[in-house]
């Protein structure tokens, strides 16, 4: 969604200035340039030619043949504003276009990072290779879908939740999918039948869908923000995350949470086996 957004916004625009905001903590969103005027240089005068993915990180290919790549973490977002627009609290990096306007990073816990590589080292990426499965990308037929399950013996949620395999999930779209899909947090995945399959499949381009049609997800720690700076809404359609007690949407049965290796898994006893 964010990249849709920045792909309509900037692509185009050519970078006027650059500015690392003041204090030590700034630096730690660009520690793999030693300098910020290294930072700026490699910026500076370029146009904005695409908006891709590599996982989930967001990449601005620029026409110098380098790369801007966004890392926004569990907390961090960009922000899309006039040049005029007070700067808020926790802002790194303010980006300038020369047709008006600025692109700003904003990470209060600085979880996420910024750098500059040439783009034809994308793919090369320590940590930024594409997992098995994009489901916001190009099209997979299910039966792909089961072959790369059957190929992986472990529970359904740790898979959905590992990054080599899908990227992006989390723990809230994971059992949001699992709940759809009407399977358990700990089905075994090489074991599940071929109208399991197929119900996963289909659960898994749903729920990420209505996902991206609500603008996102904001709760709790996910303090997610589109590029206006506005919350999602997604949460008001969860039917199984962190609703434990709570009356389960399709057949009333409270809502279950299981403990397995410090991770919280929410489901309904009765609508999913």
């Known amino acids: 969604m964010v990249r849709r957004d920045l792909e309509k916004e900037i692509v185009g625009r050519r970078i006027k200035d650059v500015e690392i905001r003041p204090g030590s903590n700034s630096m730690k969103i660009i520690k793999r340039h030693g300098r910020r005027k290294e930072f700026q240089d490699l910026l ?9 993915r590599l996982g989930t990180w967001l990449v601005l290919e620029l026409d110098s043949d380098r790369a801007l790549v966004i890392d926004l973490g569990d907390t961090a977002h960009v922000l899309k504003t006039s040049a005029s627009e007070a700067i808020a609290t926790y802002t790194h990096i303010v980006i300038g276009f020369t047709i008006g306007g600025q692109l700003r990073l904003i990470d209060p816990k600085l979880t996420g990072e910024v750098f500059v590589t040439p783009t034809a080292e994308l793919g090369a990426l320590d940590g930024g290779l594409p997992a098995l499965i994009d489901p916001l990308g190009a099209p997979l037929a299910w039966q792909h879908f089961s072959a790369l399950l059957e190929q992986e013996k472990t529970t359904v949620k740790d898979l959905l939740m590992d990054e080599r395999f899908i990227r992006g999930l989390g723990d809230i779209y994971s059992d949001e999918i699992l709940f759809v899909a009407g399977i358990r947090y700990d089905r075994q995945s090489h074991k599940l039948s071929s ?22 997800t904001t709760w709790g720690a996910h303090d997610f923000k589109d590029l206006q700076g506005d919350p999602g809404h997604y949460q008001l359609e969860l039917k199984v995350f962190e609703r434990e007690g709570e009356a389960c949407r399709r057949c009333r049965t409270p809502i279950a949470r299981a403990v397995v290796d410090s991770r919280e898994n929410y489901f309904c006893p009765q609508c999913q086996s």
């Open 195 to 216: 109208q399991d399959v197929r119900r996963l499949y289909r659960a898994l381009i749903e729920v990420l869908q209505d996902a991206v049609k609500a603008r996102g």
């Open 44 to 52: 500076l005068g370029a146009r904005v030619d695409k908006i891709a």
